[in-house]
């Protein structure tokens, strides 16, 4: 009972931290799409975390940002699964461990979403130019590509917590 109590603290805690510091995350998903969208697409990034931009070289040589906006970053879609996981772990009657194993791959899943977004984003952008870059790996191939991760967070949460479930 005290280690169930205890995660779900933690694990409260967390949920709070992710709501107070969504600035913070975004900065952080700048940086790390700056090294992506660098080895990956090949060409110059720069990052501005505490305004999350992201900036990189266009097929013009000049600089073209983009920034994470609370809309765009991965933050808020693992507060509903850091939210189950407390009620999982709270309403269980033995403490297991499969419920953290679960919110360890989905969040995994998500950011690695919105990487491969802002790459497609970054790569459609420096293919088409800006105009038909930007609502091509935004609006179309971008959603398409969040709707997939979304998914495959869920069906993973699902069945890894199931698992515990089940034992």
């Given at each position: ?36 969208v660098a080895l990956v697409a090949r060409t110059e990034t720069a990052v501005n975390s505490v305004m999350a931009i992201m900036s990189f070289n ?79 790996g935004h609006t179309m191939v971008g959603s398409v590509i969040s709707v997939f991760g979304i998914g495959a967070a869920l069906v993973a949460y ?10």
């Amino acid at each position: 009972m005290a280690v169930r109590v205890g995660l779900s603290g933690v694990l409260g805690a967390l949920l709070l931290a992710v709501l107070l510091i969504d600035d913070r995350m975004r900065g952080w998903e700048a940086v790390l799409a700056s090294h992506v969208v660098a080895l990956v697409a090949r060409t110059e990034t720069a990052v501005n975390s505490v305004m999350a931009i992201m900036s990189f070289n266009g097929e013009t040589g000049d600089a073209i940002g983009l920034r994470i906006s609370p809309e765009c970053t991965s933050g808020f879609l693992i507060v509903p699964l850091l939210g189950v996981t407390i009620l999982i772990l709270w309403l269980s009657r033995r403490t297991s461990l499969w419920p953290l194993v679960a919110l360890a791959v989905a969040v995994v899943v998500l950011f690695a979403t919105n990487q491969v977004r802002i790459l497609a984003l970054v790569v459609l952008i420096k293919g088409l130019g800006f105009d038909p870059g930007y609502y091509w790996g935004h609006t179309m191939v971008g959603s398409v590509i969040s709707v997939f991760g979304i998914g495959a967070a869920l069906v993973a949460y699902v069945l890894l917590t199931m698992r515990g479930v089940r034992r």
